[in-house]
Structures are given as structure tokens and as C-alpha cells.
């Protein structure tokens, strides 16, 4: 049973750069939602997708985008990055967005800007 | 918003010990988690758990939703259980697993 798997692993961009990140969810789930956690931080709720289309949006400003392939798969791209974007980006899927489906996260993406 | 507090924010143990960590929340929820991050940064869910109380291995959770806090209790500890432990729920009266709020995490460390 394959889990979340998120590409690349690591990842290190200038300022003004523009970056995308990826996700594949967890074999039967269909919703994919996207965290940053800064260092010593709770992850913080960026994003979610379901039915190729976000449902729900957290604080982030419009340079942080996304979309999601009709496998499920999704995406995070962040344009124009500052200091500040660098984090750890995590990505979890469940089934549906209703109460009952436990999210499960993948391994993350270490984005660090310079 | 909701806010969620988690206390204590550090603790460190002996091997064999047993735990207590406690999760405060400001309103109602539908929906509440419990995740662990080990030290390579892997978030593990452990229960979901809006209320109740649930028992895995020597792992246990208990929430009493009327009283707005959740308890996960560990026992036996083992090293490999350091990390952080976030409490995680769903604000705003909603129940969407996908839009969670973390809390700022208790940092177990567990000496051999």
C-alpha cells in the first residue's frame, strides 16, 4: 500500500526564483491538502484539492498556487520566493474532506531560499 | 479563530517511563488528531479522535470534547518515541480532515 510520496526531497532556490513541489496521495484517497512548517513551528494549513479543485484556503498570499491532476496528484508552486518561504513543505491526503478519513502526510519537501 | 495550546512544551524521560500530554482547544470540534514527527521530520498519524478514548499498542488518547482538551498517554516509553508530538483539530466548527490547526508540539525526548 503505497503512502504519500512527495518529490523532490530537498530543494535550494534564490530569491525571486519560482519553485514547484509534488505530491502523489495515498493509495485511495482522493483529496490532497498542503502544510509549511517553519522551523520549531506546527505545520501550518496552505491549501486543499479535491475533484481538481481547491476547496480550502489558508493565510498564504496568491504567489502560493496549486492544482491536481485528475490521478489525484497534486502540485504546489510558489513564485517569486522570499527567505521566508524557506520551510519544510508537507503534503497529506485522505478520502473526501468530511469527518471520518485520518490525514496522512508524506515526508515533506526542504525548500530553502537564499 | 480556534486556538489550540499543548502542554508541556518540552519533556524529557528514562526509558520505561509513562507520559501525559495534554491539548487544550478554545471551541467545539468535529474533528481531532494526534501526530507524531520523528527527528527526520516524518508525521506519523496516531489517532483520530473527536472524542472518546482509543488505545494502540502502548499508546492511548482520551478526549472529552465537553471540556475542550485531549490526553495521549504513553507508556513504557522507548527511545525511538522522542519527537514531537502535535495535537491537530479542525476549526470553525468544521469538519474537513483536509484544514487542520496544529498546535506548537511537545518535544519528547527519551534517554536510554
Known amino acids: 500500500d503505497a503512502g504519500v510520496t512527495q518529490s523532490p526531497t530537498h530543494l535550494i532556490k534564490t530569491r525571486g526564483q519560482q519553485v514547484t513541489l509534488r505530491c502523489s496521495p495515498k493509495?485511495?484517497?482522493?483529496?490532497v491538502s498542503w502544510y509549511q512548517q517553519a522551523l520549531g513551528q506546527g505545520p501550518q494549513f496552505i491549501f486543499q484539492?479535491?475533484?481538481?479543485?481547491?476547496?480550502q484556503r489558508g493565510n498564504f498570499p496568491d504567489r502560493f498556487s496549486g492544482h491536481q491532476f485528475p490521478n489525484y496528484s497534486s502540485e504546489l508552486n510558489v513564485n517569486a520566493l522570499l527567505l521566508g518561504d524557506s520551510a519544510l513543505y508537507l503534503c497529506?491526503?485522505?478520502?473526501?474532506?468530511?469527518?471520518?478519513?485520518?490525514?496522512?502526510f508524506g515526508n515533506g519537501t526542504r525548500l530553502t531560499v537564499t | 479563530g480556534i486556538q489550540v495550546e499543548q502542554s508541556p512544551p518540552d519533556l524529557i524521560l528514562q526509558e520505561g517511563a509513562n507520559s501525559t500530554l495534554r491539548c487544550n482547544f478554545s471551541?467545539?470540534?468535529?474533528?481531532l488528531q494526534w501526530f507524531h514527527q520523528n527527528p527526520w521530520g516524518q508525521l506519523i498519524n496516531l489517532f483520530y479522535?473527536?472524542?472518546g478514548t482509543k488505545q494502540n499498542g502502548r499508546l492511548s488518547a482520551t478526549t472529552v470534547a465537553t471540556e475542550r482538551y485531549s490526553l495521549l498517554y504513553i507508556s513504557s516509553s522507548q527511545t525511538t518515541d522522542s519527537g514531537v508530538y502535535f495535537c491537530?483539530?479542525?476549526?470553525?466548527?468544521?469538519?474537513?480532515?483536509?484544514?487542520?490547526?496544529f498546535g506548537q508540539g511537545t518535544t519528547l525526548q527519551v534517554k536510554p
Open positions: 471551541d467545539s470540534v468535529n474533528n
Open positions: 479522535i473527536p472524542s
Open positions: 493509495s485511495g484517497h482522493d483529496t
Open positions: 484539492y479535491y475533484e481538481e479543485e481547491e476547496r
Open positions: 491537530a483539530l479542525a476549526g470553525d466548527g468544521s469538519s474537513n480532515t483536509g484544514k487542520l490547526i
Open positions: 497529506a491526503s485522505s478520502l473526501g474532506t468530511g469527518t471520518n478519513s485520518p490525514l496522512h
